[in-house]
């Protein structure tokens, strides 16, 4: 779409109605996408409004179906839940319930229907929307006028479900918070099974999908794992206990087993927790509890991810709207990459019901695969790290791994697994402290499958790290290679092991020990490696500055007209401000790549000023550090003080090191194991392929491992060179760029509309499901 079309697509919303409803089981980030889909209605210049009560209120009509303002969705966006409440309804089940619904919607001229919730929920809206036609003539034979312009009715869905069942979106809405919930009570539960070296039975949702299971089994290190897609072989039981006594026989002092609620066996039985407990109590003896989850896994504020894709999936859903046309099939928007995507929406129904249905015919090999490649990624890699293998025959090759720069949570994952998996195919693996100091010092140990023990949850880096750069300690560091005979190099940190590894290479026409294999894991809460949309750690501080914004937010709700001016960190790169202020709802952010001088600065104060004197009574702005050589934090807090005397008052916060600090975010974690499984496969095929005569010597092989849309993938460092700002360390160019315009848009600020990037159209097949997201 071209700019001049958005922009035209900006006034069309003019004399529009749209409205917006949640149904189904409630999750966390609903609030988000109801705030954006509102804000972005009235934006374009529609009629907004909030149904309540899901269906049930659509079919009820009346105080139900209230036309929304621009506050009527403030301060919504940290709530749990659905403000505008969910209900299971009978009622729009049946054709006197939609023919009710539909008269409701043509009453107030509403033609756009907007509908978060999940499969059941989003079928329901298709049905209504073809048989729209035909209802509104039955209307008119009752008597009851309807007009031309009330002809065709647009759906879009948003797909609201923790379980993340759904097909052709890589999340849906409130299954990373849900994954948030499950792993704050693991980490707790894991202390006291310690404690008195239990076993626990962990149950958690997902009674048709076992995605919830899955994830936090991988991101916990979890001992067993049931989960409906995959039932465990025949002989099950046996395997399991004697996988849970090895590991106490190895030092260990819990067990933790996780169950979906739908578990099975092959023969479709269902495999309950307390069968479970039985099993360990009687065969075992240990001292075993159960956990029922339940519903503490919907509850909660939603996690930074679903804050941010649900005002990106809303927004969506208001252009897809206002460009839908009578043949324009109904669609849902998803998540493809980093992307807001629009997927028929029948298309996903039925691939979804195609892996119900290859469950029930116990083709379970399929509904693995048809749940998607990063379902199955996940699986294969849980298999692979849970319990120590036979170690294959020594290979002779030794990895040394090292952490650089910043601690940055997600770390530690990554050292366990890519140890583990070089452990299973022969190799010695190394672990070095404090980064390139200590591998020029010999500071090195040998690493054992035990020796990372519970290591996914644990935040910063176990091994040490250090800002220091190689080229001063060159000699030293291949008199420690030659020493250990290493044979290649696995580095987690953040642009300085970037820089490092670059300098390695560039170091080889000097000295012949530094052609190995070398790679670089991005490890930054900055998330400024070249090379990768995301970096270890960014995620886990995103959520930290806004759980620290959360609070400053909640501080002032006794406080009248009170402006906050928030620093957080992430060097020259404007990332975490970014995301943070779309995730807290700030009033700006004000960063390096996006240049602002005094004038910018006035706006925004006359901006907030106008917010102060109507119904809103506090604001919230954030400050990249190094956004502004002249316009420091210090600045920005005298000059809003100064300007808004009278009006408001205002207060500093810098957050600082806490946004480095606490454990790993589900994501962290995950995309942690995962980074350091591919680097070690990497690793081992390049130490393969060039093994000659008794040593490894490798010309370039030099790369950083990243995440790019969907694809993983390795890049050479000598080509990041050219798309990487040194002075600034980051890249030229950043992909999250884009997400600017949603922020200053949310906010209520007039900016462009060619800056918006919208979705394009993505169809769902067996192929498009099965690439994997990398989550």
Not at 251 to 266: C, Q, T
Not at 678 to 685: D, G, L, P
């Amino acid at each position: 779409m071209s700019s001049m079309d958005l922009e035209k697509l900006k006034m069309t919303g003019a004399g529009r109605a749209m409205a917006v409803l949640t149904s189904g089981g409630d999750a966390q980030g609903m609030n988000a996408a109801v705030r954006a889909v509102t804000r972005m209605g009235i934006y374009v210049g529609a009629k907004v409004y909030l149904i309540y009560e899901g269906y049930q209120g659509l079919v009820d009509g009346g105080d139900n179906i209230k036309l929304a303002h621009w506050q009527s969705v403030t301060n919504i966006i940290q709530q749990g839940g659905t403000v505008i409440g969910s209900a299971r309804c009978k009622a729009f089940t049946t054709r006197e319930g939609r023919l009710a619904a539909a008269f409701n919607l043509v009453k107030k001229g509403i033609t756009n229907l907007c509908v978060c919730g999940g499969d059941g929920s989003l079928t329901g809206a298709n049905i209504f929307r073809s048989e729209w036609s035909s209802l509104l003539d039955e209307l008119v034979q009752k008597g009851k006028e309807t007009i031309q312009q009330h002809g065709h009715l647009n759906i879009v869905g948003l797909v609201g479900s923790i379980d993340n069942d759904f097909c052709g979106t890589d999340m849906t809405i409130g299954a990373d918070s849900a994954l948030h919930r499950i792993m704050e009570i693991i980490d707790a539960i894991m202390t006291t099974a310690q404690s008195h070296q239990r076993t626990f039975v962990l149950e958690v949702m997902g009674r048709h999908c076992g995605y919830l299971a899955l994830v936090s089994a991988l991101a916990s290190g979890a001992d067993w794992l049931l989960i409906p897609e995959a039932p465990p072989q025949e002989g099950w039981e046996d395997c399991m206990c004697s996988r849970l006594e090895g590991s106490r026989i190895t030092g260990s002092r819990l067990n933790i087993i996780i169950i979906a609620e739908g578990a099975i066996d092959r023969n479709g039985k269902p495999i309950t927790s307390t069968y479970v407990k039985d099993l360990v109590v009687q065969r075992l003896g240990y001292d075993t509890r159960v956990t029922v989850l339940g519903h503490v896994q919907r509850g909660g504020t939603p996690s930074a991810f679903d804050r941010v894709l649900s005002s990106k999936l809303g927004m969506e859903a208001v252009i897809a709207l206002l460009e839908a046309t009578p043949d324009t099939p109904a669609c849902a928007i998803g998540l493809s990459g980093n992307r807001a995507v629009r997927l028929p929406l029948m298309e996903c129904v039925e691939m979804t019901k195609l892996v119900q249905t290859a469950m029930n015919e116990k083709r379970f090999d399929e509904a693995v695969k048809l749940r998607g490649g990063s379902f199955e990624n996940n699986w294969n890699i849980y298999k692979l790290l849970a319990f120590e293998k036979p170690i294959q025959s020594g290979s002779n090759f030794s990895l040394a791994i090292l952490n650089v720069g910043a601690p940055a949570a997600g770390m530690n994952a990554a050292v366990r697994s890519a140890a583990r998996l070089a452990l299973a195919q022969g190799h010695k693996v190394y672990a070095v402290q404090d980064g390139f100091q200590g591998l020029a010092n010999g500071e090195l140990f040998e690493m054992e499958w035990h020796s990372v023990a519970g290591w996914t949850g644990q935040g910063g880096s176990l091994l040490g790290t250090k800002r220091t750069l190689p080229n001063k300690h060159m000699e030293k560091i291949v008199e420690t290679i030659i020493k250990f005979n290493i044979s290649a190099l696995l580095v987690i940190g953040g642009f300085e092991g970037y820089a490092g590894v670059l300098q390695l290479f560039e170091a080889r026409s000097h000295y012949d020990e530094l052609c190995i294999p070398m790679c670089v894991i991005p490890a930054t809460i900055s998330n400024n490696v070249p090379g990768t949309d995301f970096s270890l750690g960014a995620d886990t501080a995103v959520n930290a500055a806004m759980e620290g914004c959360d609070k400053i937010k909640q501080s002032a709700s006794g406080t009248k007209r009170r402006v906050f001016v928030v620093e957080t960190m992430g060097g020259f790169c404007g990332y975490l401000a970014t995301c943070t202020g779309i995730a807290v709802g700030a009033d700006a952010a004000y960063i390096f790549e996006d240049p602002f001088n005094i004038h910018d600065l006035k706006t925004n104060v006359e901006h907030l000023t106008e917010k102060m004197k109507k119904d809103v009574q506090r604001g919230l702005v954030l400050r990249n550090e190094n956004c502004h050589e002249n316009y420091t934090t210090d600045f920005i807090h005298r000059l809003y003080s100064s300007e808004g005397k009278g009006i408001f008052d205002c207060r500093v916060n810098v957050l600082g090191h806490l946004q480095q600090g606490g454990a790993p975010s589900p994501f962290d974690r995950n995309f942690g194991t995962k980074l350091g499984v591919k680097a070690t496969q990497w690793i081992s095929e390049r130490l393969t392929e060039n093994f000659r005569q008794g040593t490894v010597t490798v010309l370039s092989h030099t790369c950083v491992l990243g995440l790019n849309r969907k694809v993983i993938s390795f890049i050479p460092v000598t080509e990041l060179k050219d798309v990487t700002d040194f002075e600034h360390r980051m890249p030229k160019v950043q992909w999250w760029f884009n997400l600017r315009p949603m922020l200053k848009m949310l906010a209520k600020y007039q900016t462009s509309f060619c800056e918006y990037v919208p979705g394009e159209i993505e169809h769902v097949t067996r192929r498009s499901i099965s690439i994997d997201s990398g989550f």
